[in-house]
């Protein structure tokens, strides 16, 4: 069973930036991918366990960062230049044993709360 807690939302104006984090609780593998969500399951970045290979939904791209810390067994989301449409709330999400983060979000067993970015024009 893994547990995900999320943290780091917040109210910010269009331009700033925030840095989330997932915190992961229970057993992972190399071939688990993880991944940020928004907005009814719209994956918004991805990185696999084992090589650390991103991937981004191309609106966020070259603005979000995905990144991990493997001995914290933590993930982070690095978000600058946050414009209105971004504002959503931001789950985590591990696809266990998946290897592969091509994996569809019905194969992401196991979800956080989440945590609200509001982003003001």
């Known amino acids: 069973q893994i547990r995900l807690v999320e943290s780091g939302g917040d109210s910010v104006q269009a331009g700033g930036s925030l840095r989330l984090s997932c915190q992961i609780f229970?057993?992972?593998?190399?071939?688990?991918?993880v991944g940020w969500f928004r907005k009814g399951r719209e994956a918004v970045a991805t990185i696999y366990a084992e090589?650390?290979?991103?991937s981004y939904y191309e609106p966020v791209r070259g603005r979000f960062t995905i990144s991990r810390d493997g001995a914290k067994s933590a993930v982070y989301l690095q978000m600058n230049n946050l414009k209105p449409e971004d504002t959503a709330r931001y789950v985590c999400?591990?696809?266990?044993?998946?290897?592969?983060?091509?994996?569809?979000?019905?194969?992401?067993?196991?979800w956080g709360q989440g945590t609200q970015v509001t982003v003001s024009s």
């Open positions: 999400a591990v696809c266990y044993s998946c290897n592969t983060c091509r994996a569809p979000p019905s194969d992401f067993a196991f």
């Open positions: 229970g057993r992972t593998y190399e071939t688990d991918c």
């Open positions: 090589d650390g290979a991103t």
